[in-house]
């Protein structure tokens, strides 16, 4: 019965049917993309997305939907070594040389692993990736970021009030944020904060958290 294959949906007597759900490839037996028939030039730029895991390090903002479409995953992410031979590989095939992590969020101790695994292979890549605002971003880290190609990470600030950051289940601290704003201070790699107008926040503490991102 085709109704019991897993992640199959079927049309039965004028209604769909949905199986049972699929258990997910693991990204380590799944091959890259084949880009063979983009054409790069059309764009902007010449960057390829680097799938290196499928899930949120934190999982719990009330706001995320990516939360609700599918589930949290408990697979690790790719290993650092096996995402530097993937960039390479696409690098040497597309003569590519700017790669986006295309991740709902990269922790801080795996982008760090990413930058030395990429030193080792000597690759000359640009690179960024969405990031988690957390402890440990330190001046070394970001030179060693900067020294592998790292020219962003994008960080979901949303707000610098404490109330909504408790009512979207943050789980940071605006201390955190200063602290890494200014470990990151004498090297290239750029920190773009997103800001959510969360709804209900009033206009004094949205006001305060553009002045924030105005004044770092």
Known sequence: DPAGIPGLSVRRDGKVMAGPPASPISLADLAPPDYAG??????PRRCLPVRTRRTCPWGRRTFCHHLSAGGQSTEDGLPAAEIARRMAGLSAEYDVHEFELANLATPRIELLALARA????????????LARIEAGYDAAT?????????????????????VDLGQMHKGIEVDTLRCLLRARRGTDVGVALFVLNLPGQSPEDLRATLDFCERH
């Open 38 to 43: 983009l054409d790069l030039d059309r764009y």
């Open 142 to 162: 970001f030179r060693e970021l900067d020294a592998s190609g790292c020219g962003e990470l994008g960080m979901g600030l949303e707000s610098v009030s404490p």
């Open 118 to 129: 990429i030193g080792d292979l000597g690759l000359d890549v640009r690179w960024g990736s």
